[in-house]
């Protein structure tokens, strides 16, 4: 099956420093990305939607100038976390959807981020 | 926007014994239908999916599940449980727009624990 590969898997940063997470489409293209933050024992929650060639949305309260989200090609997405603050420490998983028959999202590996 | 109601936050059962996850959506025109799992540190896994045809659904690990338009839900269920099913389990519902998978909105979770 189709697969997103997502890294780093684990990152620990400073604070007031800059986080880059990439996502990538491996075998199959895609215009539309989402990237989701996981809270511990919490659900996903979209943050925003990347679309290629273009801006990404994003979700009410998620700010834009703190999570970059760029979209460059067909098969890559990435999400800069700038200016890390401890707070930001999540655990945050990105997605690709196929289109077609077998519709269905297929999610990278998820990258943990701590903030120290 | 669509919402997802898992009701039950945990479920405890013992090794061998019938389990389900109770699954409950907003009302749509159309809507696609899927239960993940997610172990510790990791990203999503599809266990079963509903786009169209019979609303029981089979997936993958023993695991099947039942669409019922008219109760808005979307239960999951497995006959025997094994320890290896420990993990927590997210229901997610997308609008239907054709062969295009929009964004997948997440029930909160519900941690299955089989114990031996």
């Known amino acids: 099956g189709a697969v997103v590969s997502q890294h780093p898997s684990r990152v620990i940063c400073k604070s007031g420093t800059s986080v880059k997470i990439e996502c990538r489409s491996l075998?199959?293209?895609?215009?539309?990305m989402f990237w989701y933050r996981q809270f511990p024992k919490q659900s996903l929650m979209l943050m925003a939607t990347s679309n290629e060639g273009s801006k990404a949305t994003y979700e009410q309260g998620v700010e834009k100038d703190k999570f970059l989200i760029n979209h460059a090609s067909l098969t890559l997405s990435t999400l800069t976390v700038t200016s890390a603050h401890p707070e930001d420490s999540s655990f945050y998983i990105c997605?690709?959807?196929?289109?077609?028959?077998?519709?269905?999202?297929?999610f990278g590996q998820g990258t943990r981020l701590t903030v120290v | 926007a669509q919402s997802v109601t898992q009701l039950d936050s945990q479920v405890p059962v013992f090794e061998e014994a019938p389990v389900e996850l109770r699954c409950n959506y907003s009302s749509s025109v159309s809507v696609y239908l899927f239960w993940y799992v997610q172990y510790p540190n990791q990203g999503l896994q599809l266990l079963l999916k509903?786009?169209?045809?019979?609303?029981l659904v089979k997936g993958i690990n023993g695991f099947e599940a039942e669409f019922n338009k008219s109760q808005t839900s979307f239960h999951l269920r497995k006959p025997s449980v094994h320890i290896s099913d420990t993990a927590e389990y997210f229901c997610?519902?997308?609008?239907?727009?054709?062969?295009?998978?929009?964004?997948?909105?997440f029930g909160r979770g519900t941690q299955l624990t089989v114990w031996p």
């Open positions: 997605s690709a959807p196929s289109v077609g028959l077998n519709t269905e999202a297929f």
């Open positions: 509903y786009l169209s045809g019979s609303t």
């Open positions: 997610a519902v997308s609008e239907g727009r054709g062969s295009t998978l929009g964004r997948l909105y």
């Open positions: 075998d199959f293209q895609a215009t539309t």
